[in-house]
């Protein structure tokens, strides 16, 4: 668990993570925290994504934008782009606008700005070790627990590695328990 900024993030559930989500302001935070609910994107990459990175069925993490300095495309889940659809008619932007801008024209909401918001609303909500990064353990743990396997959450995630994907992903109690079942 996270505290005071060290260690892994929180791996909330789909339910607390859309509960999350719910809570912060409406407008870039909760763009962003959508965004990073439905992607699995690190924070860095969701904040500068632009309007052009988005398709009516995708949307492009550029190599310019991602930690492995390689592109990736991410198919759009149906609540996110009905997010994305509501948010454009709301800015009307142009394709080189930021998704999520910031507090200076021409740049995008900056992490720490998104970061004490979060944390704001994590306080308010009673939830704790959760950061940023928690959105992308949650949704690739959750989707693990699924049965998706790891090449094709590593296909989203952009991990250069299974190794480094299996560090994401937390093993729940219930879990735990089935395999001390199954030495029966």
């Given amino acids: 668990m996270k505290q005071n900024r060290f260690g892994q993030a929180s791996v909330l559930?789909?339910?607390?993570?859309?509960?999350?989500?719910?809570?912060?302001?409406?407008?870039?935070h909760r763009v962003l925290a959508t965004i990073l609910r439905y992607t699995a994107a690190r924070i860095s990459e969701a904040r500068l994504l632009t309007w052009a990175a988005i398709s009516d069925t995708h949307i492009l993490f550029t190599a310019a934008t991602t930690k492995t300095k390689t592109s990736r495309e991410v198919p759009l889940a149906p609540?996110?782009?009905?997010?994305?659809?509501?948010?454009?008619?709301?800015?009307?932007?142009?394709?080189?606008?930021?998704?999520?801008?910031g507090g200076v024209v021409g740049r995008p909401m900056?992490?720490?700005?998104?970061?004490?918001?979060?944390?704001?609303?994590?306080?308010?909500?009673?939830?704790?070790?959760?950061?940023?990064?928690?959105?992308?353990?949650?949704?690739?743990?959750?989707?693990?627990?699924?049965?998706?396997?790891?090449?094709?959450?590593?296909?989203?995630?952009?991990?250069?590695?299974?190794?480094?994907?299996?560090?994401?992903?937390?093993?729940?109690?219930?879990?735990?328990v089935a395999v001390v079942e199954a030495f029966g």
């Fill in 110 to 176: 900056s992490r720490q700005a998104f970061d004490k918001q979060l944390r704001a609303t994590c306080e308010q909500l009673g939830l704790s070790g959760v950061s940023t990064h928690s959105f992308r353990r949650s949704c690739l743990t959750a989707a693990n627990d699924k049965g998706i396997s790891l090449r094709h959450l590593q296909s989203i995630s952009g991990h250069t590695s299974l190794a480094a994907l299996e560090r994401y992903l937390a093993v729940r109690e219930e879990h735990k």
């Fill in 79 to 101: 609540q996110l782009l009905d997010v994305l659809k509501r948010w454009k008619a709301e800015t009307n932007p142009s394709p080189s606008d930021f998704i999520v801008p």
């Fill in 13 to 28: 559930s789909p339910q607390h993570l859309d509960n999350l989500i719910d809570a912060l302001p409406a407008g870039p």
